[in-house]
């Protein structure tokens, strides 16, 4: 591939990075101090709409679409895109100012690329302008969701609706106040083939028999405002035009949808890691011990040229993927997408880990990104498919390969 970036995404880089360093970098702390009083948990920081609004305004909005869907979006392929991802990980709210955070980026590709006109009439085009959010809701409490075969809820037809009945959990975006729509995997045929019992359908959130149990944290972090939720599904009606592309497609969906939403974790993950070797960087030019700088200790330049050699592995292994989803589809790309999904996190982790060592009692408590950082970097391991199930995948595509089978 080339690694260089085409002059579409450099200029977009150099753009993103004076809007990060002019109206983000200013605010970051003003935010995560708004939302750490548990009477704004569930509200959306005043200033926020503002931004968005200065973004859209800098034609730094939608950028994550990979095609072009009229003028709310540039149409930026994954390789362009990744970078832009990077710099928006370094603050980890920010990927909302550009209409670009999760669950919504997916949410809005599976509309994009299996919803019929009318759905995405009714919510595609307002998630595209931002001004409502959504929710994904397919992990289940009761069983392994790893296997996403194993989910329970079930979606029934009867007459002109289908009837929903289960219960999810981690349902990123169920807690925003703006959060108007979910997207639920469950099954309308248990008796089907293995992986095509399952299917999508869009649910308002409003809707009667949808409730909302109880906020989860991550290591006590609740990402306010959108959070995750544990969500009841109680005959839940909606009318059957909701579903999206037909009964037992939603497996089938499911692959389409967390491609490119695995590429977007993998790179803010590298933009959160890369801010700590600079974090790291700076620390260690501002301490002094034992009549020393710390940068001056042969083993703190050690810990920060690994981390550094570390990012760098991983986020040329990520832009990878990414050229190989854009030149020949997130299928052929599976075995790149399973590689970034199991060294980002992993790389992520170590890399904080030792500015958090290097930055001592500070680097664990509020007034670094750090302890955040690498909540959601552990949480990261899991979401989109843990560890073992893309090791479990690629090693049985490498022997396959080179086995001769």
Same mark, same amino acid.
């Given at each position: ?250 497996? *089938?969906?499911? @692959?389409? /949808? !967390? ?7 993998? &790179?803010?993950?590298? $933009? ?37 050699? *570390?990012?760098? @592995?991983? /986020? !040329? ?7 190989? &989803?854009?030149?020949? $589809? ?76």
């Amino acid at each position: 591939m080339d690694f260089e970036y085409t002059e579409r995404s450099k200029s977009l880089q150099e753009k993103l990075k004076a809007f990060m360093g002019e109206y983000i970098l200013p605010v970051e702390q003003e935010v995560y101090a708004f939302h750490s009083h548990p009477e704004n948990r569930w509200k959306r920081w005043p200033g926020l709409e503002a931004l968005k609004e200065k973004a859209r305004g800098a034609g730094l909005w939608n950028l994550f679409l990979p095609k072009d869907y009229g003028e709310l979006s540039p149409g930026l392929t994954n390789l362009e895109y990744a970078p832009l991802a990077e710099i928006m990980g370094r603050v980890l709210w920010s990927s909302e100012v550009f209409n670009c955070s999760a669950p919504d980026t997916g949410n809005m590709e599976v509309l994009a690329k299996y919803g019929n006109l009318k759905q995405q009439q009714q919510w595609l085009q307002p998630l595209m302008k931002g001004e409502i959010r959504s929710a994904f809701l397919m992990t289940e409490p009761q069983v392994a969701s790893s296997d996403a075969t194993n989910i329970e809820t079930s979606i029934t037809l009867e007459g002109d609706e289908y009837v929903i009945n289960g219960q999810k959990w981690w349902s990123s975006g169920g807690m925003d106040p703006h959060c108007k729509l979910a997207i639920v995997m469950g099954k309308t045929d248990f008796d089907a083939p293995r992986h095509q019992q399952q299917s999508m359908v869009l649910v308002p959130m409003n809707t009667s028999g949808v409730k909302i149990i109880r906020p989860l944290s991550v290591f006590g972090y609740y990402d306010s405002p959108e959070g995750h939720a544990e969500i009841e599904l109680n005959n839940v009606r909606v009318p059957k035009e909701n579903l999206l592309l037909g009964e037992g497609r939603g497996f *089938e969906i499911a @692959q389409g /949808r !967390l491609g490119p939403g695995r590429i977007h974790h993998c &790179m803010r993950l590298i $933009g959160m890691a890369q801010r700590s070797v600079e974090l790291m960087s700076q620390r260690a030019s501002e301490r002094f011990a034992f009549g020393k700088t710390f940068k001056d200790f042969s083993s703190i330049r050690q810990e920060i040229a690994r981390s550094q050699c *570390e990012v760098e @592995q991983a /986020r !040329l292994l990520t832009l990878s993927a990414a050229d190989k &989803m854009d030149r020949a $589809g997130n299928k052929e790309a599976k075995d790149l997408i399973a590689m970034i999904k199991i060294v980002a996190p992993n790389m992520a982790l170590k890399v904080i880990d030792r500015a958090i060592q290097i930055y001592g009692g500070k680097g664990v408590g509020p007034d670094t990104p750090l302890a955040h950082y690498f909540g959601v970097a552990r949480m990261l391991r899991l979401a989109d498919g843990p560890d073992e199930v893309h090791l479990y995948q690629l090693g049985k595509s490498v022997i396959k390969k080179y086995s001769g089978e």
